[in-house]
């Protein structure tokens, strides 16, 4: 049994630093914490941002496939897109091939917000890896999409 910690005292991480588990999440949480203090004046999210993407890039969007792609439960999805809709940047109509779900597609004001948004996404990308070089990041984000294949 070894003595009391005291106040101050370096942390010893054991195995943390070498799981990958533990690197990507903290990756995860200084991505988010600069993605969210470089969007804060716009009420943007990791996640809303991603929803306007891909809306955008799939005008009619199913929810359900929103859903998927984002890998959301329905009822989360629900929620994205209630805040997406109440801020006018979004809007639902019925589906044309499948009445019982809806379709949404980016307002003007969602179209214009994401113009706006999108050169500060760049900016927060370039801060990340801002001590990488283009080839590194090129082998990051194709080393990590290997993990999630279904995603490529």
């Known amino acids: 049994m070894t ?8 942390i010893d991480f054991g195995l943390l630093p070498g799981l990958l588990g533990y690197q990507v999440r903290q990756a ?10 470089s969007l804060a004046e ?6 809303l941002f991603g929803s306007l993407v891909l809306i955008e890039a799939n005008p009619g969007l199913k929810q359900a496939d929103l859903a998927r792609a984002l890998q959301l439960d329905r009822s989360t999805v629900v929620t994205v897109i209630d805040t997406l809709e109440k801020r006018g940047l979004v809007a639902r109509q019925r589906a ?8 949404i597609s980016l307002t003007t004001a969602g179209g214009h917000l994401l113009a706006r ?18 080839d590194e990041r090129a082998i990051l984000v194709s080393m990590l999409a290997r993990i999630f294949p279904e995603r490529r």
């Open 117 to 134: 948004l999108k050169p500060r996404v760049a900016d927060h990308e370039a801060r990340l890896v801002g001590d990488l070089d283009a």
């Open 3 to 10: 003595g009391k910690r005291k106040r101050g005292d370096a």
């Open 96 to 103: 044309i091939d499948d009445r019982r779900s809806n379709a």
């Open 28 to 37: 995860q949480i200084a991505i988010f914490r600069d993605f969210t203090s």
């Open 42 to 47: 716009d009420g943007m999210t990791p996640t």
